[in-house]
């Protein structure tokens, strides 16, 4: 069990490494987000079938029909941000205010 609790660190860290490193394309921040909760996602099972009880695998499809949602919302709104500005730089990204 300790080995897929090592994995599930490195795994979270890989996230992070993407997100601190990487602040220009918001694809990679996108996914970057998705890493982290499936990492997330992976220690909730673990400690599930750890404790031999059902509540982390019932947080964790909550925390992955809230990861799918926040991936198609996120895209939708990259195409239509690309289809009006014609790039998906974040540093013009402050031009969606209002």
């Known amino acids: 069990m300790l080995q897929y609790f090592y994995f599930t660190v490195?795994?979270?860290l890989i996230g992070m490494w993407g997100l601190i490193l990487?602040?220009?394309n918001l694809?990679?921040?996108i996914m970057s987000i998705e890493i982290l909760l499936l990492s997330v996602n992976f220690l909730f099972i673990l400690f599930?079938?750890?404790l031999d009880d059902f509540f982390g695998q019932v947080i964790s499809l909550f925390i992955?029909?809230?990861a799918a949602a926040e991936s198609a919302i996120g895209l939708a709104i990259l195409v239509i941000y690309y289809r009006i500005r014609g790039n998906i730089d974040i540093t013009f990204l402050n031009?969606?205010?209002g």
Do not use: A, D, G, P
């Open 95 to 97: 031009l969606l205010q």
């Open 10 to 12: 490195v795994l979270f």
């Open 48 to 50: 599930s079938m750890t």
């Open 64 to 66: 992955l029909t809230v």
């Open 27 to 29: 694809i990679l921040i």
């Open 22 to 24: 990487n602040r220009k």
